[in-house]
């Protein structure tokens, strides 16, 4: 009997309600007072908000619990990969997409092994975190009638608040444009 053998499979981790309700409101109103008196600097085309070059939420205290909550994560997934070693978080921000068009541009995060992305606040408005696959078919088979696991060309995650995703950091990635006016707001970290 022949079997088809995933070689290269592309993994990401998943983990719903890593915060529960109060750590989620209590994390919304930390963004949301940090972004009061922190200025968004230009680190993409997109003009989303975001703290990537003014606030590491690495050395903010006030976001350790939930640090030390993925990075649990992180090394939980790191040793599926058969590894042992400890990963501790190099550096972290917070996203608020607020605005109709507000989204992230394709890209990858470079000089880490480990990423993640964890949703604090989102409705059924906001756009999902979308992977995508990394190594485009030549010529792909013809006639597909669906998708499945060998033909995706990117793969769609639902901003839950709560959910964490942790990815390899060479893993592309992207937030299409919002189409309605409407409150998303992501941690990221990366190891």
Known sequence: MAKILQIFPTAIYLEDNVLDTKELKNTV???????????????????????LLTHNIVQD???????????HHVNVFNKEHLSEYNYKPKSGWFTI??????????????????????????????SSLYFE?????????????????????????????????????SVRHFVPPSKKNNERISLAVNY
């Open 97 to 126: 997409y607020s605005k109709t068009n507000d989204y992230q541009e394709s890209h990858i995060h470079v000089d880490n092994t480990f990423s993640a992305v964890l949703f604090i606040q989102s409705n059924k408005y906001s």
């Open 29 to 51: 109103k930390l963004c949301k007072d940090i972004k009061k008196i922190t200025p968004s600097e230009k680190a993409w085309v997109s003009d989303t908000y975001n703290t």
């Open 61 to 71: 205290k006030k976001f350790n619990k939930i640090i030390d909550k993925i990075t």
């Open 133 to 169: 696959k990394p190594v485009e078919d030549m010529l792909p088979p013809k006639n597909k009638s669906c998708f499945n696991d060998l033909t995706f060309n990117n793969y769609a995650i639902k901003p839950i608040p709560g959910r964490l995703v942790i990815f390899k950091s």
